[in-house]
């Protein structure tokens, strides 16, 4: 079945009068087998996985929405708008892309790599090939740190020679990858994650696809978990609603969220834990929408971009999304957290004077609606993706190690594909087979696909 958009609409329509699911009307139960927090991706995967092994489950969500870092805005603009993620990666491997066929919604290919930008003209070719021949030696240098002794940031593994693509290497490998500067970020983890050789988006958004998938879920909205017994007795959850006992706990918030504090646990968290969890913290990631009649860009639909930047204030333009008159800034790491510290005004303006400066002035005044997006204030997440400083790397598994009767997931706590939303759904999947384990299926659960092997071929990579 394909859904069209008006379909699309009307189910949200109608999700939205019930309330997906909304426990919190009715009373929430008051035992439960298993309770899993946050209903993003990993927490969706969890669910279903528990769910489908006759496990009593129940959804708590801080949030009045489905999807945690999967957000699909469909009021702004005449075409929906993923104000998270967006792009399915390395399709051929990537367990979402089935998953949202099945739900009967439109996958279209991206076109691969990007154009690059010199002040107001395009690169010429020969300058593209230098700029590729680049980023092979930063990344084939950042490889070879990563298999040293000690771990080192990706910055200190440059070669000193970047010369002209210093700033631009920085931000495709690091910003607009990870939410962090090369500076921040663990060589290690950088190296183990695959490349992303190709991509497709979801017409009707990624937010739309976890709404789809958590459709016929319990999942409590608005209500938080505030405190989690995981051992001794009475294991459970409180949320202002209520408490439920629980005979496991899996919990799926970010891993700002986890360091902030905002859910106490007994026992208190052990400092490994904690201290992974700071290691693991959110990169800056935002994306700045506008809304351009015309084409004044003159780029094809879907086509990215990139300057020749001699610094971080630099940003990633999408033309046309899907063909439409959508196109989005994406601002990340250090200078995107300051920009977005200063609001959706300053952002607009921004990515106005960006492209005016790269494409000529009629280009801000074309611009007729925007929106943009702020991660780092967004309560119940409080940054975009999880990206290992230097040193980091082993606090995936870490994070990944049962506590009692709780089991951490969340794409923070996936060795390669953390920052993703497949590396989220898997590490949910992962998370509810441990619990099975402890508490046992009523009934024998499908077991997970295997992975195929993605190619590690070393190229460019996709932009998000
Ligand atoms: C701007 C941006 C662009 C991205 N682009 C891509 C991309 O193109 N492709 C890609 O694969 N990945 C992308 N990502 C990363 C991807 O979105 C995430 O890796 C993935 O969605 C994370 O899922 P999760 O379930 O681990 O966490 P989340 O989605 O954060 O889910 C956790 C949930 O827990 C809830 N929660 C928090 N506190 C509580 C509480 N106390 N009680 C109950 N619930 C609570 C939150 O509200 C949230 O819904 C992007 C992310 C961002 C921000």
């Known amino acids: 079945m394909r859904m069209t958009r008006r379909d699309f609409l009307s189910a949200s ?26 209903a ?13 092994a006759n496990r009593k489950v129940i959804v708590l ?50 076109p691969p790599g990007q154009k690059i930008r010199i002040g107001r003209r395009n690169a010429r070719a020969g300058e593209t090939e230098q700029f590729l021949a680049t980023l092979v030696r930063a990344k084939r240098a950042i490889d070879e740190a990563a298999r040293g002794r000690n771990d080192v940031s990706c910055a200190a593994a440059l070669p000193g020679d970047l ?52 459709q016929t879920l319990p999942v409590s909205l608005a209500t938080p978990a505030s405190h989690v017994t995981w051992a001794g007795r009475g294991i459970g959850v409180e949320t202002p609603a209520g408490r439920i006992n ?24 052990p400092k490994r834990q904690l201290d992974a969890a700071a290691r693991l913290s959110l990169g800056s990631y935002d994306r700045i929408a506008l809304w351009l009649p015309n084409n004044p860009l003159g780029l094809g639909p879907n086509e990215a971009m990139i300057e020749q930047s001699r610094d971080g204030k630099t940003a990633l333009l999408l033309a046309n999304a899907n063909g439409s008159s959508l196109c989005t800034v994406d601002v990340a790491g250090d200078f995107g957290r300051a920009l977005s510290a200063q609001g959706e005004g300053a ?21 007729k609606r925007s929106a943009a997006t702020r991660w780092n204030a967004a309560p119940h997440v409080l940054g975009a993706m999880s990206a290992a400083e230097p040193g980091g790397q082993p606090s995936r598994r870490v994070l990944m190690e049962p506590l009692g009767a709780m089991v951490f997931a969340g794409e923070a706590t ?23 384990r402890r508490i046992g299926p009523l009934r024998e659960a499908a077991p997970a696909a295997p992975r195929k ?12």
């Open 61 to 110: 969500e801080a949030s009045d929405r489905i999807g945690g870092r999967c957000l699909t805005d469909s009021k702004t603009f005449e075409v929906p708008f993923d104000r998270g993620a967006r792009r399915l990666y390395n399709p051929d491997t990537n367990p979402m892309v089935k998953l949202a066929r099945n739900a009967g919604l439109t996958l279209y290919n991206v």
């Open 414 to 436: 996936h060795e390669t594909l953390w920052g993703t939303v497949d590396g989220a759904w898997e590490s949910g999947e992962r998370a509810a087979d441990a619990v099975l």
């Open 246 to 269: 629980a005979r496991a706990i899996i919990v799926t918030v970010s891993s700002n969220v986890l360091a902030s504090g905002n859910i106490r646990f007994s026992p208190d968290l």
């Open 453 to 464: 092997k993605s190619h590690r071929r070393k190229r460019y990579s996709n932009p998000r």
């Open 163 to 214: 010369d002209v693509w210093a700033g631009t290497i920085d931000f495709v490998l690091g910003a607009s990858e990870t939410g962090k500067d090369l500076k921040d970020l663990s060589a290690i983890d950088q190296a183990r994650s695959p490349d992303r050789i190709a991509a497709v988006g979801c017409k009707q958004g990624l937010g739309a696809l976890l709404m789809a998938l958590g």
């Open 347 to 367: 952002m607009v303006a921004f990515a106005s004077e960006w492209l005016a400066g790269l494409f000529g002035s009629d280009v801000a005044a074309a611009v």
């Open 40 to 52: 993003g991706a990993a927490g969706i995967a969890a669910a279903r996985r528990i769910s489908a």
């Open 13 to 38: 329509a109608a999700f939205a009068a019930v309330g997906i699911g909304t426990a919190r009307a009715a009373p929430l139960p008051r035992e439960a087998d298993v309770v899993v927090i946050g």
